[in-house]
């Protein structure tokens, strides 16, 4: 199953670049991985730059207001681009859509529940827990195989003290064959545990993580 997030070791290594000095009065942090769901742009827009790209789907936008698409990948890049309001505006106008009856998918994952995750994870961006939970789950709901509002929706639970859920639903994310786990995940699962006081479990998850961050500090029991 693809997944339906893009990851790699240059923006990995960005994010935690961005924590590692990050103090956490518990002893600990979590690793907010905020994945936004990437939709594929299309074929049209292959081959353009990321200006281009935004020129083309801003173009769609202002003709078709009306199409889910268009708003998603406009949201899109405009967060790959730090413009997290404008992203936020044109997600949120295509939940609008979603509810006003407009559906539309790409493989198993749905436009809707796409846009829902990716306003969940500027939520969860900004410790608005009590916004981002319901968004997530609806998006889970309707999309099951949607992997980036599963390990935002643990990361949340982690923030919010519910380790035992937290840990249930990172679980659920289902590494593709012959992949390594993703090292935010490991080190996410090993920090639920840690919480539940199982830290002889947690510790191969720690290493996973270890294996990509060598010098990343792990939190002892």
Same mark, same amino acid.
């Given at each position: 199953?693809?997944?339906?997030?893009?990851?790699?070791?240059?923006? /990995?290594?960005?994010?935690?670049?961005?924590?590692?000095?990050?103090?956490?009065?518990?002893? !600990?942090?979590?690793?907010?991985?905020?994945?936004?769901?990437?939709?594929?742009?299309? !074929?049209?827009? /292959?081959?353009?730059?990321?200006?281009?790209?935004?020129?083309?789907?801003?173009?769609?936008?202002?003709?078709?207001?009306?199409?889910?698409?268009?708003?998603?990948?406009?949201?899109?890049?405009?967060?790959?681009?730090?413009?997290?309001?404008?992203?936020?505006?044109?997600? /949120?106008?295509?939940? @609008?859509?979603?509810?006003?009856?407009?559906?539309?998918?790409?493989?198993?994952?749905?436009?809707?529940? %796409?846009? /829902?995750?990716?306003?969940?994870?500027?939520?969860?961006?900004?410790?608005?827990?009590?916004?981002?939970?319901?968004?997530?789950?609806?998006?889970?709901?309707?999309?099951?195989?949607?992997?980036?509002?599963?390990?935002?929706?643990?990361?949340?639970?982690?923030?919010? %003290?519910?380790?035992?859920?937290?840990?249930? !639903?990172?679980?659920?994310?289902?590494?593709?064959?012959?992949?390594?786990?993703?090292?935010?995940?490991?080190?996410?699962?090993? @920090?639920?545990?840690?919480?539940?006081?199982?830290?002889?479990?947690?510790?191969?998850?720690?290493?996973?993580?270890?294996?990509?961050?060598?010098?990343?500090?792990?939190?002892?029991?």
């Amino acid at each position: 199953m693809k997944r339906a997030y893009h990851g790699n070791k240059s923006k /990995r290594d960005t994010e935690a670049a961005a924590i590692e000095e990050e103090k956490i009065q518990r002893g !600990t942090f979590v690793i907010c991985c905020c994945i936004i769901v990437l939709f594929v742009i299309g !074929t049209a827009a /292959r081959n353009y730059t990321w200006g281009n790209a935004e020129r083309l789907w801003l173009d769609i936008v202002t003709k078709s207001p009306d199409k889910l698409r268009g708003h998603i990948n406009l949201g899109q890049i405009y967060q790959s681009s730090g413009r997290i309001a404008l992203a936020e505006i044109q997600y /949120r106008q295509t939940i @609008e859509l979603c509810d006003g009856g407009q559906s539309g998918r790409l493989g198993a994952v749905s436009v809707c529940d %796409g846009a /829902r995750s990716n306003v969940a994870s500027i939520l969860l961006y900004r410790k608005d827990f009590a916004g981002a939970e319901p968004l997530l789950r609806k998006a889970i709901e309707g999309s099951p195989s949607l992997d980036a509002a599963k390990i935002n929706l643990g990361v949340l639970y982690l923030r919010t %003290g519910r380790a035992e859920l937290a840990l249930e !639903t990172l679980n659920s994310v289902k590494t593709p064959h012959g992949n390594d786990p993703e090292p935010e995940i490991e080190y996410n699962r090993g @920090e639920a545990l840690r919480m539940l006081g199982r830290c002889a479990e947690a510790q191969p998850h720690y290493a996973n993580f270890k294996r990509w961050y060598v010098n990343r500090p792990i939190p002892t029991c």
